[in-house]
């Protein structure tokens, strides 16, 4: 009876701690899957490499996706990441590269310890087209398919352009609807789908399993944007503080399929905004 007591004891323990390890997972700030953008701290970078994760890690980030070595060789960047126990989570790499470097690519993503290939812009000029559009998404299912050969994920971060209208919706639709869901992902910048005047929350509610990654980041209030793909670095600002309601997002967000966070900050300030914008999201935490 006594054994059978503790058995059902220990069950239940097991119950509500993976009961409370789910509810944490979902959370806007959560450890592990809350990073930031090596971009967001490039000229930091640019100066001392180990003293700027220094300077992340003390802010409570320990995953990061970086889209530049910043002079230092996968490998060894690795071995400052790990030296400090911290992550890379997402490699971002260039258009052609990850189509006519595909080997260098994954090479450089599984040194890093990525398991994420993100691709940030679709070359082109002027307007986005369909036809370029078309080339994109017979781009991206060939590389999605080379990557996911390799272990690895593919996804698109969108930035504004794709969003030409297009039959009953726009072309950032096309590139969904068109490309193997099995081979290619995306990465939703919110940011950059606040300004061409889309919602953030209801595209998250229209493709919940497509998207993998987020960069979360806001809008400065009473910024008119457009489908340049483009806007002055000051137009971001602390989360919170800006026009993007960026706790519906991160509530939506819960029920995709995002895995990874991450902190983006294009502004000159990063140093006073990133921190407010942490203490943002850790205030998110627990709210419904």
Request: aromatic share 10%.
């Amino acid at each position: 009876m006594v054994q059978t007591i503790r058995t059902l004891f220990a069950l239940c323990c097991l119950l509500l701690a993976a009961r409370a390890a789910t509810a944490q997972a979902k959370e806007p700030f959560f450890p592990g899957r809350t990073g930031v953008v090596s971009y967001t701290f490039r000229e930091s970078f640019k100066q001392d490499v180990p003293a700027t994760l220094d300077k992340i890690k003390a802010l409570g980030i320990i995953n990061i996706e970086f889209s530049n070595l910043f002079g230092k060789t996968a490998a060894e960047l690795r071995a400052l990441l790990d030296a400090r126990g911290m992550v890379c989570t997402s490699y971002g790499t260039g258009y052609n590269d990850v189509l006519t470097k595909t080997d260098e690519v994954v090479q450089t993503a599984k040194t890093l310890g990525a398991r994420y290939v993100r691709v940030a812009w679709i070359p082109h000029e002027g307007d986005f087209t369909l036809e370029t559009a078309k080339k994109a998404v017979e781009d991206f299912n060939r590389a999605g398919k080379a990557l996911r050969d390799n272990g690895l994920t593919f996804c698109y971060h969108n930035h504004g352009y794709e969003f030409q209208p297009y039959g009953k919706g726009t072309l950032f639709d096309y590139l969904v609807q068109n490309t193997d869901p099995s081979a290619v992902g995306f990465e939703m910048d919110i940011l950059w789908v606040a300004h061409p005047g889309q919602d953030p929350v209801k595209l998250l509610k229209k493709y919940p399993q497509r998207f993998k990654l987020m960069h979360v980041k806001d809008l400065k209030k009473g910024v008119k944007g457009d489908l340049s793909g483009g806007t002055p670095v000051e137009n971001d600002v602390a989360l919170g503080t800006g026009q993007i309601d960026i706790a519906a997002v991160m509530k939506a967000a819960r029920n995709t399929a995002i895995e990874y966070f991450y902190i983006e900050d294009e502004s000159p300030t990063v140093d006073v905004q990133v921190p407010r914008s942490i203490a943002y999201l850790k205030g998110l935490a627990g709210k419904k």
